[in-house]
């Protein structure tokens, strides 16, 4: 599937959180829960819905040690 007027999110920020998907958002320095809703999923990203905004930033490949509030620290990649 493809489509390039959607909201989309890597998979690898995607997690269940009981019946539902979520992701954390990274809002002023801290990890911020948000419930999403997808629609299609391809093999790197999934259709947003409902739960985001363009813009927002998604930690990618969340542990059990991020929870709501935890203080986080941006990555430089390269």
């Known amino acids: 599937w493809e489509d390039r007027d959607v909201l989309q999110a890597p998979l690898s920020a995607l997690f269940r959180q009981g019946n539902t998907w979520a992701v954390f958002v990274a809002e002023g320095g801290t990890a911020r829960l948000r419930e999403v809703e997808i629609g299609h999923m391809g093999t790197l990203t999934a259709e947003i819905l409902r739960g985001l905004a363009p813009g927002d930033a998604v930690l990618l490949h969340p542990n ?5 509030g ?3 620290v941006a990555r430089e990649d390269g």
Do not use: D
């Open 70 to 72: 935890a203080a986080i």
């Open 64 to 68: 059990e040690r991020i929870t709501e």
